[in-house]
């Protein structure tokens, strides 16, 4: 018996009706982002190691442990992208944007982490994300946010919950660490090995920490909203009075980070009931970040959605599978003749709109229409010698097995009206 060659841990291959599902997604963001003004960027899949190192930044779990970076044969090191923002930043730093100017893009595809595969959580897993590029409002932030809430509900994913808190600006981090530090450090011996490193070498990222036994500490911690200056209580605030505006329901979780360090003012994440363990369903903030190494630093907004966990929340809810799209026609040809004319048939069904598929073999009569049936396909046309003799081809409805004769030159007319009927 052959060896079966099963796709990598952490990877999958993705199928029929499944494939439906991943479309739908596409589709639906690639509608309704740029009625916002976002227009869809494609950045390579893999780029110099560097773009993710200065991007994502060295202290995150993803650049000091996930990363599948390998050198090409230059000796250069290249990583396959774990995230969007990074490359999407460095895309539009090579076109710049102009003081005052701002960029609108979204993407899509796949993205690489070395993590430990479980349920929603995978090696190479998709995202759909956005990034406004270019200046500093709170209702961009307000803005950015209800995009990706009705992305939700144009998916029809219910029972979501928006996480919302505020960073500050980095005039605002000293103290904040410092309040961290004071309350945290009496307890350093409770916390795990990783939050003990945390303390000294980024208290803020202690807050982000998974593990069971940091928990009641880290939700007893100074809340960050009340430390900040004013001008990052009046960006929060309005930031929130916008998002009430738009009738967005949002939930301000004081201890929400983040991981990365360039995030300044909003933070957000949605979590979603039906995901399990790996409940994030999307995850995104305002960061401020130069560009190209010695430019000045410019602001934007954005998210990040995982696909396969978007596919989890819609299977929770048990939303109506989106239909793959079936065979509509199959030509069954009986004999050499009809044989040879088959391909030239369902080439002009397919120019007609008509999903076709074509005896190729010449079989029976009764194992072609097997296999119409086995493609679900809606009807056969049916052509042997007396048909061709005749001018005509029979038209067999497989559902009611009801069949009509057409003169051959109305086959594409009269079949697609039979569909639209
Ligand atoms: P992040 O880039 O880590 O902020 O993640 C943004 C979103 O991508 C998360 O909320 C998840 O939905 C998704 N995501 C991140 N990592 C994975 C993974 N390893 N497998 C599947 N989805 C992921």
């Known amino acids: 018996m052959s060896e079966k060659l099963e796709p990598l841990p952490g990877t ?11 479309i739908f997604l596409e589709q639906t963001a690639r509608g309704l982002f740029p009625r916002y003004g976002y227009s869809e960027l494609r950045t390579p899949i893999f780029e110099r190691t560097d773009v993710f190192v200065r991007g994502i930044g060295t202290e995150t779990d993803v650049v000091q442990k996930e990363m599948y970076t390998f050198e090409d044969r230059g000796g250069r090191s290249l990583t396959l992208r774990p995230e969007g923002t990074a490359g999407v930043m460095r895309a539009i730093a090579n076109q710049g944007v102009a003081e005052g100017d701002e960029k609108r893009v ?20 998709h995202q759909i994300g956005a990034e406004a590029v270019g200046r500093a409002a709170p209702a961009m932030d307000a803005e950015c946010i209800a995009m990706l809430v009705h992305f939700l509900e144009e998916l029809g994913i219910r029972d979501s919950r928006l996480l919302l808190n505020s960073r500050g600006t980095a005039a605002d981090r000293p103290a904040v660490a410092e309040a961290l530090k004071a309350y945290f450090a009496p307890h350093k011996e409770a916390l795990c090995p990783d939050c003990q490193r945390r303390l000294d070498a980024n208290v803020w990222r202690l807050l982000d920490c998974k593990v069971e036994g940091c928990q009641p500490l880290i939700n ?40 990365l360090d360039y995030y300044v003012h909003t933070v957000f994440e949605i979590q979603h009931s039906g995901l399990g363990a790996q409940n994030a369903l999307a995850g995104g903030g305002r960061y401020a970040i130069a560009l190209a190494s010695g430019d000045r ?32 026609a199959y030509v069954v040809a009986l004999g050499p003749q009809a044989l040879a004319l088959a391909l030239p048939l369902a ?13 190729t073999a010449g079989r029976s009569m009764k194992a072609q229409l097997r296999t119409a049936n086995k493609v679900h396909a809606k009807f056969a046309l049916i052509r042997g010698d007396s048909e061709l003799e005749k001018g005509t081809i029979v038209c067999k409805n497989l559902d009611t097995s009801v069949q009509e004769e057409w003169p051959v030159a109305e086959t594409a007319a009269r079949l697609r009206a039979a569909l639209a009927g």
């Open 297 to 328: 630093t410019v602001e934007g907004v954005g998210f990040a959605l995982g696909m396969e966990r978007l596919l989890m929340a819609r299977q929770s809810l048990n939303l109506a599978a989106a239909e793959a799209p079936g065979c509509q």
């Open 347 to 359: 080439q002009e069904l397919r120019r007609c709109g008509v999903r076709t598929l074509c005896e």
């Open 106 to 125: 979204f993407y899509m595809g796949p993205m690489f982490r070395g993590e430990r595969p479980a349920a929603g959580r995978r090696r190479q897993f």
């Open 12 to 22: 999958a291959d993705i199928w029929e009706p499944e494939t439906s599902q991943w």
């Open 220 to 259: 007893g911690a100074p809340k960050i909203t009340e430390l900040l200056g004013d001008e990052s209580k009046t960006f929060f605030a309005e930031v929130c009075r916008n998002l009430d505006a738009m009738g967005v329901a949002y939930q301000v979780e004081p201890r929400l980070v983040r991981g």
